[in-house]
């Protein structure tokens, strides 16, 4: 749902609140988490803003692409076996688009004779030195003229020579960039990336020369130099050219996807923070509701001890202790019938908090196998579906469960979800009501049913709905803090900040509250130091929340301060769950990087912009 806040740099620099934009309750690393935290795909709008704000950073020197602004060396040329002799030519004053409009005269007298390659020698003379400047422009541009001609006719060898010739005897951007464009037919990359660094060199903002440069550095496969030149593409044209766009998304995805890959081979996996953990187990009944049940069990093994003691822990929301004890149900003895679908349930939850879906899955195969009506188990395979993508499969997985068991309210709750995700508001609704109309005593779908009623725009009833939820859960302070998401969203900010406030005393431990009322502090006032203090004070009681890091970044590179956001980012990063997480976090990463490129070598283009958007 996009807010209505008006988009200014500093109100754009944060995305939507948490559960209005994803319609998420547990914010825990389900499927539904890839839709709602930081790590979703950078939204390059958002990203420029940051930058515009802190592109005061780079403003004391104009860095240009060439680096020291010297002459151009002299090119050598491909084809004809005549020598010219000359000096390099003074740098061109004109710009490329200047130049792209000049024609040559194609009437002019040129002698018959020609070069061993079938070249008008007339356009190779003995020494360029004795010829005047405009003699010199007007056998370049003839050079240029047939050049193109050749490169119409797809002979790219010729029209190098002739391109090679024009720069001999007048150096611009445009013949560079015409040569490069027959390098790139050609496959040559190298050569495009010269000839594309020269044209820069010339005109800094030649926009054929950026676009060339980054697909060659595409091709070879160095994407963080392509996408600095995209970026660059991309706020000269104000973020108006689609196809730049999709570019630059491939790019960065390659790019995230390369750096992912190398480092979930050495990462050491970790559980996500409490708040996280427990929101996730807070959403299956197994894990609330039936812990006491499970408990009153008689073990037979040794292994069936260590499953009492994880369910133990997990009641009391010890989760390493309950992780490290069902591990040890399998490495220190056997386990007996009634205990092995319960261990291997519990590793799987584990196993999936941890990012390893294939684990999980293979521990859920195990309990449908013991118990192929267990609906938990149904239900968590279902969102390792959906973690890979498999949106009909996991639809399918809840559907068979509602027909084994059309009591279970999580079944429901969690089709809910998937529902939101694809944009199904309505079957969200209807299951929503369906899981509370099941266990009324179950937070999570009443303050999704409230969120998705928002999102269809039925304010009235998104109001009502958290009216009620408020009064039967008083003490719950996920209600508070997404009714106050929905507060913020409409612009009620005195009352949002009053629920935020409600949310934080009632759930300390936990950092949405103090998330929300940074991206709060950042819209309605404009207060980016308040908001980074709020970001803070959420890593001080959870310093595992990655989407707090990844705001703080935000809210750094909107103050300038490049080096710190730069590793909040990577901290961000670190803390990804899996590797999908972990792609998409990198990406926001990179991006603003890249967009801090911009605003470091082309200062003037980004003050441009950034008088453009805030007009």
């Not at 054929?208 to 980054?214: G, P, S, T, Y």
């Not at 707090?548 to 490049?562: D, F, I, N, S």
Request: aromatic fraction near 8%.
């Amino acid at each position: 749902m996009a807010s209505s806040v008006p988009a200014t740099a500093a109100t754009a620099l944060m995305p939507e609140p948490a559960a209005v934009q994803s319609g998420s309750a547990v914010a825990a690393a389900t499927a539904e988490k890839a839709a709602k935290k930081v790590t979703s795909e950078p939204n390059w709008k958002i990203i420029v803003a940051v930058v515009l704000a802190s592109a005061a950073v780079g403003a004391g020197a104009w860095y240009l692409l060439s680096g020291n602004g010297k002459k151009p060396s002299r090119p050598s040329t491909a084809g004809p076996r005549r020598k010219t002799k000359g000096s390099r030519a003074s740098k061109s004053s004109s710009t490329a688009k200047a130049e792209e409009a000049k024609t040559s005269d194609t009437t002019s007298a040129v002698a018959a004779s020609t070069t061993a390659e079938g070249y008008p020698a007339a356009l190779f003379p003995e020494d360029i030195n004795v010829l005047s400047q405009a003699a010199r422009e007007d056998l370049a541009l003839q050079a240029k003229t047939l050049g193109n001609k050749f490169y119409g006719e797809k002979k790219f060898k010729e029209a190098i020579d002739l391109y090679s010739q024009a720069i001999a005897l007048k150096p611009t951007a445009v013949f560079y960039a015409n040569r490069a464009a027959c390098f790139a037919s050609l496959d040559d990359h190298d050569k495009v990336i010269e000839d594309a660094t020269e044209a820069l060199k010339l005109d800094s903002q030649y926009v054929k020369a950026l676009n060339r440069r980054a697909q060659a550095y595409e091709r070879l496969e160095k994407f963080a130099e392509s996408l600095n030149d995209y970026t660059v593409v991309c706020v000269l044209g104000e973020f108006k050219n689609d196809s730049v766009l999709a570019a630059t998304d491939r790019v960065l995805k390659s790019m995230a996807q390369q750096k992912a890959k190398v480092l979930m081979e050495t990462r050491v996996a970790k559980l996500p923070s409490d708040t996280f953990t427990s929101a996730y187990m807070d959403s299956f009944h197994m894990t609330t509701k039936g812990v006491d049940a499970i408990l009153k069990f008689e073990p037979v093994e040794e292994g069936d001890k260590e499953v009492l003691k994880a369910y133990e822990a997990v009641g009391k929301r010890d989760w390493s202790t309950a992780h490290g004890a069902v591990l040890a149900a399998f490495s220190n003895g056997n386990l007996s019938t009634t205990f092995v679908p319960l261990a291997h349930n519990l590793r799987a939850t584990f196993h999936f908090l941890l990012g390893d879906v294939d684990s999980a899955f293979t521990d859920l195969e195990k309990v449908l196998e013991v118990e192929p009506h267990n609906i938990d188990a149904m239900i968590k395979r279902a969102s390792i579906f959906m973690e890979r993508g498999d949106v009909m499969q996991a639809m399918n997985e809840y559907n068979r469960a509602i027909e084994l068991d059309p009591s279970d309210p999580d079944v429901y709750y969690h089709r809910g979800q998937i529902r939101v995700l694809t944009q199904d508001m309505q079957g969200a609704i209807d299951d929503y009501k369906k899981s509370i109309s099941l266990d009324e005593d179950f937070v999570y779908p009443r303050i999704q049913l409230g969120v998705a009623q928002y999102k269809m725009g039925d304010v009235g009833a998104a109001n009502a709905t958290f009216e009620k939820a408020t009064r039967r859960f008083k003490e719950s302070g996920e209600v508070f803090n997404y009714q106050g998401e929905i507060l913020m969203d409409s612009q009620r900010f005195d009352e949002a900040l009053e629920l935020f406030n409600k949310a934080s005393a009632l759930m300390p431990q936990s950092p949405l509250p103090y998330i929300n009322k940074a991206i709060l502090y950042l819209q309605w006032k404009q207060d980016a130091v308040a908001a980074e203090e709020q970001c803070r004070k959420a890593l001080e009681v959870d310093p595992l929340c990655d989407m707090a890091y990844a705001q703080l970044a935000q809210l750094l590179m909107h103050q300038g301060k490049v080096e710190e956001s730069i590793e909040a980012y990577d901290k961000a990063s670190e803390l990804a769950r899996t590797e999908p997480e972990l792609v998409n976090a990198i990406a926001l990463r990179e991006a603003a990087t890249a967009q801090l490129h911009v605003a470091q070598n082309y200062p003037a283009v980004m003050a441009r912009l950034r008088t453009a958007m805030q007009g």
